[in-house]
């Protein structure tokens, strides 16, 4: 696969909804640039920046950022991976989406680093001179860094920026390839709407509290916080999306269930629209999922909420396996890792997700007789 070398002007003009910037594979050397790169932004880049939902929570939305909100955000993003001294950025995420222009358009330009940008899971890794990277990544990245373990092992410093999911297993199998002295992997939480509001660093062992980001607080301080409550996450920050002819919103729910430790710092329950309450017992099919993907040996799974006409809330299970059937698969021990059985297994030709790996909240319809009763 060959990249195409973009001036940095000619990319900001363009936009990170142009199809040759979603969809090609480009790099763009900010590195060679001479003067500010802010005013390279201010100079080519639309004043607004529309982004639309993933639709994992119900029908696409058209969500405005301005660009000077964008701009101090990508500062904050190079702020968080500053201390690991990247020279060069290597991004798989679509500038269309609000995590993909931030990371793969303009946090280059802050890091005054050169970028190498493609969507395709397939291809060649490319060829960069610096012995510092920062990889932009959704969950499969980890999967493909895995099969390039070469080309990881070439650098001195990995690191990897995530967001949109729950880290996969794979980016544990990851670290245990590298090394958790050469690999560092920073996640986001944030959303279209609300853009970065919290950042944690993964390590070994149990993941630590996530943390607000400088520009972000609490909507409200309850009584109660650090009572080990669970509570809706509702925060301000000045850098919050608004609807097209709307005033900007002055504070946002972002759909997730945490537990407060302080002023600052939270665990992370989960979303509110991917945790049910199955036979009474509260079930994160985010977690769920994460443990059925290393025990079943299949090309995408998903947990799906249903409505059960006996016991009111239950899941169903989604499986792509190309050529096999349900038989061919040791679903057995996948119910067992997961601690529970789902009311139907259900084996699809595919899995609707958004560009950054989340579930469509609608599933195409599935016919009777490729579901199993568990």
């Not at 529309?50 to 101090?72: K, Q």
């Not at 944690?200 to 609490?218: C, I, K, S």
């Not at 850098?239 to 945490?258: E, F, H």
């Amino acid at each position: 696969m060959s990249y195409v070398d973009v001036a940095p002007a000619s990319l900001l003009a363009r936009g990170p909804a142009d199809r040759e910037v979603t969809e090609g594979a480009w790099r763009v050397r900010w590195d060679r640039v001479a003067g500010d790169p802010a005013e390279l932004v201010r100079g080519h880049m639309t004043p607004d920046l529309d982004f639309h939902t993933s639709g994992s929570t119900g029908e696409s939305l058209c969500w405005r950022r301005g660009r000077e909100a964008a701009w101090r955000e990508a500062g904050l993003l190079a702020d968080l991976v500053a201390e690991d001294r990247p020279g060069a950025v290597v991004s798989f995420v679509p500038p269309v989406h609000i995590y993909g222009a931030l990371a793969t358009l303009l946090l280059p330009a802050r890091l005054g680093a050169p970028v190498w940008y493609r969507k395709s899971f397939f291809g060649p890794m490319p060829e960069v001179e610096s012995s510092r990277v920062l990889v932009v990544a959704t969950p499969w990245i980890f999967t493909l860094l895995l099969q390039h373990l070469d080309w990881v092992r070439r650098f001195e410093r990995v690191t990897v920026l995530h967001s949109s999911a729950m880290l996969p297993d794979t980016a544990g199998q990851l670290r245990a390839e590298v090394g958790g002295d050469r690999l560092g992997v920073v996640e986001i939480l944030g959303s279209t709407e609300t853009g970065g509001i919290a950042t944690r660093r993964w390590a070994t062992g149990a993941p630590g509290p996530w943390t607000l980001f400088p520009d972000v607080t609490f909507a409200d301080r309850p009584e109660g916080a650090g009572s080990g409550e669970d509570s809706p996450l509702v925060v301000r920050s000045p850098r919050l999306a608004y609807r097209p002819g709307a005033a900007p919103p002055r504070q946002a729910s972002t759909g997730d269930l945490v537990r407060r430790r302080d002023e600052r710092t939270f665990d992370l329950v989960g979303r509110s629209s991917r945790l049910v309450k199955v036979n009474g017992r509260r079930v994160n099919l985010d977690d769920r999922e994460r443990v059925l993907r290393a025990a079943i040996d299949c090309a995408d799974l998903a947990l799906v909420p249903v409505a059960d006409p006996v016991i009111g809330e239950h899941v169903d299970l989604l499986v792509v396996a190309p050529g096999r059937t349900l038989a061919d698969l040791d679903l057995a021990a996948g119910f067992a890792a997961m601690g529970m059985r789902p009311r139907k297994v259900h084996l699809v030709p595919g899995i609707d997700r958004s560009e950054t790996g989340k579930l469509r909240y609608r599933q195409p319809t599935i016919t009777a007789d490729a579901e199993v009763a568990t």
